[in-house]
């Protein structure tokens, strides 16, 4: 392959250029300091001022190496422990791709179209598939080592051994299915081979992939941090779920605090690597081995000498850190209202707020397989009776969001927005039009337009405990309660609440803690959310079930219901399988078919992501990819700091 971009118009997703332009950047990559678009404004969702216009970058004066880089957030909410091959968080993956792990392909880390084109890292350069577009041979750099104590160069055995953890089911990883079009990968995730036959390693630079049929987006599946490559001599000690994200040696410019104290002559011998504890925060510091001539200034500067995350349950202190100069950012926050028109009014202060699209929709998930949501009218009754436009001001308003009434992003569909069966006037509910389809559902026994039934009342509903999710809690449940759905409230820590969804034996009637941003710039990336042969006891991301059978009920431990759940499987396969306009077209039916045949989901916003940047921040950028800060080009002014 020439360049990424060929594959972007391979996938029928080139459109990308001019929808992100508006915005100058979207949600992942981060790189320059050169702005790539045109400001966006917004306003507070309640008819009043004006609060923001933002581009990706900032900077000021002469940015410089050195000093501590600050942030502080209310949980780390890893889903996966931060162990490479399970996790899945964008902000993990964030922290992962820009200061811990090279993979064989990487991003700028910069907002904007720019962001989201693939460009080689560990590869020397990233190639033409041959035969038939089934084979792709990559050579990595010389030079690359792991860090300390491992001390040794990275070979391609290493990256095998990434997709063999990323093929072991007990490791939990929640995205294999990206890689089962590799010769062999799934003959050894089903057990029966004890190694992948499809990649093959002629000598320690050269790595060969043999795929079971051509998959033009291959390049952005290698871009995944699951596939960098994973030390056996450590990687083989953490067999369980999410273990191995406290001892992990990467190639990076930073390594986790206290990595090279840890003993790695035997299993028994290692220890949790000390900068890391999941109640308390991260700390990065470099990498000794890191060798920047192997990299290059345009995916990681690396200019702070330590990355500190800790984490701060106190929302408003953390906001006061910020804006006093005791902290550089918050992570897992949006910026409070208030704070933003403080900054946006100030002349002085207005670039230090930051608004930039995460290409990801906020939503309401309901399970198929639990009632009452197993009827389909019920389903849609609630996607009639939701209040959007509440939802988005408990959120601050449009600056933190567009509305939304489906599945996929409009930057993946071409910027197309019309898809939305269940509009309202002013997106604010229609509970008569909610009634109406409430009538149809066997739950609503006396057809009055409420759900009457036993299991209408007292269902269980997940949310996160802080912030803005908290803030649309009394919203969805006073829109559910409009129609007959008493929901039992249950916030808990973004982590908990993830592991809570994610466990299919939890069945979750109804949830709003998650929402969901793109893997790589291409719809399938939220087709997976439905894929009915991606559901996993553990680490789940189907949360609907949607495409579940009777026989992976039974094998998951659950009940399936008496309405059997539809499929959108072959739907998928046929998207999967086309190029070009008419890929775009496909998804697009996709959606709508979603929506008006299967209704897994109340979407109810396209999310922008607010950050708020302190006085001795030097330099920013925004992450396209990870939609989140771009911790690979930030700098600090250590004599500004308190």
Not at 281 to 310: C, H, M, W
Not at 588 to 595: G, I, P, Q, R, Y
Not at 599 to 628: C, F, I, R, S
Request: some cysteine; charged content about 20%.
């Amino acid at each position: 392959m020439a360049s990424r971009r060929t594959h972007l118009a391979l996938l029928g997703t080139v459109s990308l250029v001019g929808v992100l332009g508006i915005a100058a950047c979207g949600g992942s990559d981060d790189s320059s300091s050169t702005n790539t678009g045109s400001d966006t404004t917004a306003t507070d969702g309640g008819g009043g001022d004006v609060l923001a216009a933002s581009d990706t970058g900032f900077s000021t004066g002469s940015p410089k190496a050195g000093g501590t880089y600050r942030i502080a957030t209310p949980d780390l909410g890893f889903t996966g422990g931060f162990d490479p091959s399970a996790e899945y968080l964008g902000w993990a993956w964030g922290l992962q791709q820009q200061l811990l792990n090279r993979g064989l392909v990487g991003y700028r880390h910069i907002g904007g179209t720019a962001g989201t084109e693939p460009m080689p890292d560990l590869a020397e350069s990233i190639p033409e598939p041959t035969e038939d577009g089934t084979v792709w041979t990559f050579k990595i750099k010389k030079g690359v080592k792991f860090s300390p104590p491992l001390n040794r160069e990275v070979t391609t055995k290493d990256i095998v051994y990434a997709f063999e953890r990323m093929a072991t089911p007990s490791v939990g990883a929640q995205y294999p299915n990206y890689f089962t079009m590799i010769k062999g990968f799934k003959e050894m995730s089903d057990g029966k081979a004890k190694t992948i036959s499809g990649i093959a390693t002629p000598d320690d630079q050269t790595i060969v992939f043999t795929l079971t049929k051509a998959t033009p987006d291959f390049p952005y599946r290698l871009a995944m941090p699951a596939s960098a490559p994973i030390p056996p001599e450590v990687g083989k000690c953490h067999t369980k779920a999410g273990e191995y994200g406290r001892y992990q040696l990467g190639t990076g410019p930073y390594m986790i605090k206290g990595a090279d104290k840890m003993n790695i002559s035997s299993c028994d011998a290692q220890k949790p690597i000390p900068g890391f504890n999941p109640t308390d925060g991260i700390t990065f510091v470099r990498n000794p081995n890191y060798d920047a001539a192997t990299d290059s200034k345009e995916q990681r500067e690396a200019l702070p000498d330590v990355i500190d995350i800790s984490v701060n349950t106190n929302e408003k202190d953390v906001f006061d850190k910020v804006q006093a100069g005791e902290l550089e950012e918050a992570a897992g926050l949006s910026v409070p209202p208030e704070v933003a028109r403080k900054y946006v009014g100030d002349d002085t202060l207005k670039d230090r707020f930051r608004s930039n699209p995460e290409d990801s929709t906020n939503y309401v998930t309901m399970n198929l397989a639990v009632a009452p949501f197993d009827d389909i009218h019920v389903r849609k009754a609630l996607n009639y009776a939701v209040d959007k436009q509440a939802m988005q001001r408990a959120w601050g308003g449009k600056l933190y969001g567009d509305l939304t009434g489906h599945v996929i992003p409009p930057v993946l569909l071409d910027g197309d927005t019309s898809i939305d069966p269940y509009a309202t006037e002013n997106s604010a509910g229609d509970v008569e039009k909610a009634k109406e389809e409430m009538k149809q559902s066997a739950y609503d026994t006396n057809k009055d337009g409420i759900c009457d039934a036993p299991q209408c009342k007292g269902i269980v509903y997940l949310n996160r405990n802080y912030g803005a999710y908290a803030k649309i809690t009394p919203i969805l449940t006073q829109n559910a309660a409009a129609i007959g759905l008493g929901l039992d409230v249950k916030e808990l820590p973004t982590g908990p609440a993830y592991e809570t969804l994610q466990t299919v034996k939890n069945q979750v009637p109804i949830a709003t803690n998650a929402r969901w941003g793109k893997d790589y710039p291409d719809a399938t990336t939220f087709a997976v959310l439905f894929d009915g042969r991606n559901i996993l006891p553990t680490g789940n991301t189907n949360y609907s079930l949607v495409g579940m059978t009777p026989e992976q009920a039974k094998k998951l431990g659950i009940a399936y219901p008496k309405t059997p759940i539809p499929s959108v499987d072959a739907d998928i396969d046929k998207c999967n399988d086309t190029a070009g306009e008419d890929r775009i077209q496909c998804w697009k039916d996709f959606d709508t078919k979603l929506m008006t045949e299967v209704v897994p989901w109340v979407p109810y916003m396209n999310a922008l992501h607010t950050n708020l940047l302190g006085p001795a921040v030097t330099k920013w950028e925004y992450d396209q990819d990870a939609g989140e800060s771009a911790l690979a080009h930030v700098a600090v002014d250590p004599s500004l700091q308190k």
